[in-house]
């Protein structure tokens, strides 16, 4: 029996029938046979979507800053290349993540690996802060209607405490000219009652003698006048000088506090407006809703710390996991493989030829006395 003729005719049928069904190319071969050899393996396609990422966030952040940057009232070229620098400098940084994060993967000291892993961490801080930035900037101007309907609303609010204070004042200033006038009335009558009060002293006969020669002497009564009436009189006149400037004082405190500026009706009705303004916009955000939900308030309760907040768990929380997130697409892009021999589970010719010899040449002998035994029985029959 020629065993390796027909062992090297086996395996030229085998290698054929594995060339023909093998539907790798001569460039995927060659890979997979680099990868082996050095014990991974990259998936291509997730390295292109992690670096993708990373220039989405890089674009995100240099369009957020010349934003931020252009909405200055005194904006400029030398201003906005100065707001650059930084962000460029951290979209450097970005870069470096996905290097960084395939080499905790492939590097097989533990010192480099160690390394790298600091450096991913601290790229993750940068795109956790870039993306915080960029969150602000995204949920401002939702509360900027808010917030500005109720700086009106406040603004309002204090011009009608302004006009308040006025009124009270005004009202004091009246009150206080009233009661002025008051007292002073009161005094006048005092003193008409202590006047028209004082006694008429008695009258005397005064006798004279006569204005003519031989005639009789002459008489008369002289009724004395109190002193006490002329102090008195001239008080009453300078108190009757003193309720005039009192009234008219009176009359232009009252006339001030009737002032239209300090009539509250109109800013009531302004403030009611911007209430119901107020409202309206609260009702509309969404954050604003989600806070009353998450702090089980009314959405006209919550307050600007409640809103940020929300905002601390809408934006900062969702920033370090989308980092953490696209650092693990290209962490994950490694495969290990583990290395096989070639030789691993194959058998020589030389080894199946004694092991397999015997058996293939008593097969072999089995067939053919198979095959006579069948000649003579069809020849007898």
Known sequence: MNYSGMSIAAETR????????DPLTPRQRARLERDQA??????????????AVEFVIIGLILTNNAATVAQL??????????????????????????????????????????????????????????????????????????????????????????????????????????NERDA??????????????QPRPPCVVVTRPAS?????????????????????QAEIASLKVKLVDLEAALKAAETQRASPTLDTGP????????EKDSRGSVQQSQLHAYAAMLFRKAPADITEADVKTLELYLIVIPSIA?????????????????????????????????????LVAAIRSEAREAVKSAMKSSQLA
Not at 184 to 197: G, K, S, T, V, Y
């Open 184 to 197: 002073a009335e009161r005094d006048r009558q005092n003193l008409n009652l202590q006047l028209n009060a």
């Open 322 to 358: 989308a980092a953490f997130s696209s650092t693990l697409i290209a962490m994950t892009a490694v495969r290990r493989i583990k290395p096989t021999s070639t030789s691993e589970g194959m058998i020589s010719d030389e080894a199946a030829a004694y092991l397999f010899g015997p």
């Open 73 to 178: 009232p005194d904006t400029s070229l030398f201003k906005m290349i100065q707001a650059m620098l930084f962000p460029i400098a951290m979209a450097m940084v970005e870069l470096a993540r996905v290097p960084l994060a395939v080499a905790v993967r492939t590097q097989t000291s533990w010192n480099i690996k160690l390394a790298a892993l600091v450096g991913v961490l601290c790229a993750v801080a940068v795109t956790s802060v870039s993306l915080i930035l960029i969150g602000n900037s995204t949920f401002n101007p939702r509360l900027e209607d808010t917030s500005k309907k109720s700086t009106i609303l406040v603004g309002l609010q204090q011009r009608k405490q302004e006009i308040l204070l006025r009124v009270k004042a005004a009202d004091e200033l009246v009150r206080e000219r009233r």
């Open 212 to 232: 003519t020669p031989g005639g009789p002497p002459e008489t008369r009564s002289v009724c004395p006048e109190n002193p006490v009436l002329k102090p008195l």
């Open 267 to 274: 800013i009531d009705k302004e403030i009611e407006e911007a």
């Open 38 to 51: 050095r014990g991974y393996s990259i998936n291509t396609k997730q390295i292109v979507l992690a670096f």
């Open 14 to 21: 085998a290698s054929r029938d594995q060339i023909e069904s």
